[in-house]
């Protein structure tokens, strides 16, 4: 797979190499697709994950209000790929219902992450509260260089 540094919104932010998005073929098109429908996916196919890198672990975190987390998937792809994936359904429409107003999200959403060589895949754990859901993935300790004292010879 090519990645692309430029368009495609290949990548969530340019200076972060392990951050991978998927593609939506439908960005941009707003204006042409209904406005109830195009919104509402947009906004939930751009599920927002903030990563952070402590001493010990790599830690994700999403914000999926209304999710359960039997409607959530945390992968591992290819060994060091990380996947958060979901999807909310939409609400049913009654025949008699008459919707003023639909601003609730709803749709897929997918999410990639390369993770780094020194991530423990192996011993990665997940948790969601409170709509939030928490991804550790520990770090492997880094090895301390070893120093080796050298006799010196001579007089």
Same mark, same amino acid.
């Given at each position: 797979? @090519?990645? !692309?540094?430029?368009?495609n919104? #290949?990548?969530s &932010? %340019?200076?972060?190499?392990?951050?991978?998005?998927?593609w939506?073929?439908?960005?941009g098109?707003?204006?042409?697709? &209904?406005?109830?429908t195009?919104?509402d996916?947009?906004?939930?196919?751009?599920?927002?994950i903030? $990563?952070? +890198?402590?001493?010990?672990? *790599?830690?994700?975190?999403a914000? /999926?209000?209304? /999710?359960?987390?039997e409607?959530v998937?945390?992968?591992? +792809?290819?060994?060091?790929?990380l996947?958060? !994936?979901?999807?909310?359904?939409?609400? =049913?429409?009654?025949?008699?219902?008459? $919707? *003023?107003?639909v601003e609730r999200s709803?749709?897929k959403?997918? #999410?990639?992450?390369?993770?780094?060589?020194?991530?423990? %895949?192996? =011993? %990665?754990?997940?948790?969601?509260? &409170?709509?939030v859901?928490?991804?550790?993935?520990?770090? @492997?300790?880094?090895?301390k260089?070893? %120093?080796?004292?050298?006799?010196?010879?001579?007089?």
């Amino acid at each position: 797979m @090519a990645l !692309s540094l430029f368009g495609n919104g #290949r990548r969530s &932010n %340019v200076f972060d190499p392990f951050s991978l998005d998927i593609w939506d073929p439908f960005q941009g098109f707003g204006p042409l697709m &209904n406005s109830s429908t195009a919104g509402d996916t947009s906004a939930f196919a751009q599920t927002r994950i903030d $990563w952070k +890198e402590t001493p010990e672990a *790599h830690v994700f975190k999403a914000d /999926l209000p209304g /999710l359960k987390k039997e409607e959530v998937k945390v992968e591992l +792809e290819e060994g060091n790929v990380l996947q958060i !994936s979901g999807e909310r359904s939409k609400e =049913q429409e009654e025949k008699n219902d008459k $919707w *003023h107003k639909v601003e609730r999200s709803s749709g897929k959403f997918v #999410r990639r992450f390369r993770l780094p060589d020194n991530a423990k %895949v192996d =011993q %990665v754990k997940a948790a969601m509260e &409170n709509g939030v859901l928490t991804v550790t993935v520990p770090k @492997a300790p880094e090895p301390k260089p070893q %120093v080796k004292s050298i006799d010196i010879s001579g007089a």
